[in-house]
């Protein structure tokens, strides 16, 4: 019989905790989380001349606590996920997926979204990937004001 699958989400990343070998330096404690993902504001300490980048955005994979509650209703929505292993392995492809459209997109000369820097890294356990910092409002925050958008 196999092992019981215990998924043990990773702490959130801190102020001072750093990323590809002190490449980044996060500056900020989570300043947004959605379904999978919590997004740092981080310090580029390692800049060049072609590289003046001061701050980016870092997309860390996270997933929230799975608890049966969460397996139950992911299987009345019609999904097929037998096992909490499975759960994870799907949203971390669903994040990988992510990162390469965001990657792709932010290519498009004509795009309004954060331009990546790097597709999906990953470093001791944390997947993640780097994009151009945009002040502003979220997205979920606009939806919480106006509502959503029908089409």
Do not use: W
């Not at 060049?48 to 860390?60: C, D, G, L």
């Amino acid at each position: 019989m196999p092992e019981k699958f215990e998924y043990t989400p990773l702490p959130p990343l801190s102020k001072g905790d750093l990323l590809e070998g002190g490449k980044y330096e996060i500056i900020s404690d989570t300043e947004n989380a959605g379904g999978f993902g919590r997004i740092y504001r981080a310090q580029v300490r390692q800049t060049s001349a072609t590289n003046r980048i001061n701050v980016v955005a870092v997309k860390e994979f996270h997933v929230h606590e799975i608890d049966d509650a969460t397996m139950s209703r992911l299987s009345s929505q019609g999904f097929s996920v037998t096992s909490k292993e499975k759960y994870v392995d799907i949203q971390l492809g669903q994040f990988k997926i992510e990162a390469q459209v965001m990657y792709e997109l932010s290519r498009q000369r004509d795009c309004h979204i954060p331009q990546l820097y790097h597709r999906l890294r990953e470093d001791n356990g944390r997947y993640y990937y780097t994009m151009s910092r945009v002040d502003g409002i979220s997205l979920t925050d606009v939806v919480k004001q106006k509502g959503a958008i029908d089409h």
